[in-house]
């Protein structure tokens, strides 16, 4: 949400956020004597992640330990406290640590609600286009990732505006959310909002907010003070923006009219009218999003594994490789294909083996960690002809060398990954006519169950190959879609 010209009201959203699994933390922003609201509403129900929702911001829950005092104020604590004398911590609310959650590469897989029509959406991705001006920030439609941003519009009638956004891709493989209500449609907002998906959070809750404006809590209700909390950030930040599109108006929940609720400190007294009234993002907007997104493409830091080796894997290990390979090879920092790792409609089953089994799989079984891994996985495709084509002058990653405790001949995996499409199409099999492909991109889920879970595992455990491939059909045919078609 976005507290512009006019500060937009907020009341109890409760109803419309607890499919969210949502920590709820509701600000009011109103007339003077508005009712109070309760700061806090808990709802554990739903398998996705809960959250803590501060004004328009949401955070995953777990990065907190939350209650309720017993005159109904929000109290959060970081699970890294702040000092005990810290100013901040007695005057309002300090999140301590936040990290930033960008999305991998830039690229942000993005699935709209029904009720999104086609010119609202058009309008999002215009928007996000907008946002990748200088930082390699790229929105693709969905296909069958798990990790991707649902874009809801749910609104109610006592609610003039439910604008909220989860802040980043704060875990992968995970649906993130952001919400434009009826009242959000504005370039203003969607940027707004947008910037908060993208991993920002408010400009006038950085940690040296006070170094540049003071905040007049006597005008702010008072389960209205956790909009002005300072979030403690581990990232850079830049210079301050009071132009910001991310900043907050000087009225912002103030309850007496004329009077605001930030004031700008000597020095900054020209910004005293203009705060928080940008309509898009500043210059300096752009830069930070630039820097904050180019970090995966620095220097790899590491030399040594972190974990010790493993010749057992997971499919969700080989799934997040997945949908990250294929995340670089949309990037503006990787191969900028715009099928990523989809070719003629159909999955690059060679991009897939070359990269997850050459390198990813021999990483992991070493005792790299996957994050370690799949760095070195973005190192090598650096260093391919494809990616020089695409980045002249760019210099390539290097990455430290090591002997792989797992190592399997690249051509097995290529055939049994063709294998598998046939088997998906064919009539005996799961007779899907487009093979392993949904909606145009490699059906990852698929891929990493069969591929991953059973084939790779038995070989591990000493199965012949076709031994190995008797045991994915066997495991095909005893899901409900084979027994449903057959």
């Known amino acids: 949400m976005r507290a512009g010209k006019a500060c937009r009201a907020w009341a109890p959203v409760r109803a419309g956020l607890a499919q969210f699994g949502l920590l709820v933390a509701v600000s009011v922003c109103g007339a003077a004597g ?112 798990s990790g991707f941003l649902s874009v809801q519009k749910q609104s109610s009638a006592s609610v003039p505006s439910t604008c909220f956004s989860t802040v980043g891709q704060f875990r992968r493989l995970t649906r993130v959310v952001i919400n434009l209500g009826d009242n959000c449609w504005a370039d203003s907002v969607v940027f707004h909002e947008l910037g908060h998906a993208l991993g920002f959070q408010h400009e006038h809750q950085r940690p040296d907010r006070d170094t540049y404006l003071s905040v007049n809590l006597d005008v702010v209700p008072d389960n209205a003070r956790y909009a002005f909390a300072l979030l403690n950030l581990r990232d850079p930040l830049g210079p301050y923006d009071f132009l910001s599109v991310m900043h907050y108006s000087a009225g912002a929940f103030s309850s007496t009219p004329g009077t605001p609720s930030m004031v700008p400190r000597e020095g900054y007294m020209s910004y005293a009218t203009s705060m928080g009234t940008s309509r898009e993002p500043t210059g300096l907007d752009h830069e930070a999003m630039a820097n904050l997104y180019r970090v995966p493409m620095r220097r790899l830091s590491f030399t040594a594994p972190l974990q010790g080796a493993r010749t057992q ?77 695409k980045h002249p002058g760019e210099s390539p990653l290097a990455r430290p060398g090591f002997t792989p405790v797992v190592s399997f001949d690249r051509q097995e995996f290529l055939q049994v990954l063709q294998q598998l499409d046939a088997f998906y199409r064919s009539p005996e099999g799961l007779q899907r ?46 899901t409900d879609e084979w027994k449903a078609r057959h």
């Open 34 to 145: 508005a009712a109070a609201q309760p700061a806090l509403q808990l709802d554990d129900t739903g398998s996705e992640p809960r959250y803590i929702q501060v004004d328009d911001q949401l955070f995953d829950a777990a990065v907190f330990e939350a209650g309720v005092d017993v005159q109904g104020q929000l109290r959060v604590q970081p699970r890294t406290a702040a000092p005990a004398d810290s100013s901040n911590v007695e005057r309002f609310l300090a999140f301590d640590n936040i990290t930033f959650g960008g999305w991998d590469y830039g690229v942000v897989p993005v699935e709209f609600d029904a009720s999104v029509t086609p010119t609202q959406r058009a309008m999002f991705m215009r928007i996000c286009q907008a946002w990748g001006r200088n930082a390699p920030i790229t929105c693709i439609e969905r296909t069958s990732q």
């Open 313 to 389: 894997f997971s499919r969700t290990d080989f799934l997040d490789a997945m949908e990250r390979l294929h995340a670089f090879y949309a990037s503006r920092m990787g191969l900028q294909r715009d099928g990523g790792l989809s070719i003629g409609g159909g999955p690059d089953f060679l991009g897939i083996a070359t990269w997850i089994f050459d390198v990813y799989l021999a990483a992991r079984s070493r005792g790299f960690s996957s994050e370690q891994s799949f760095q070195m996985v973005a190192a090598d495709i650096t260093r391919t002809d494809e990616w020089r084509g």
């Open 433 to 478: 006519p487009n093979g392993l492909s949904i909606a145009g991109g490699p059906d990852f889920l698929g891929i990493a169950a069969w591929l991953f879970d059973v084939y790779l595992n038995q070989r591990l455990s000493g199965a012949s190959p076709n031994v190995a491939w008797t045991r994915v059909t066997d495991a095909i045919r005893a």
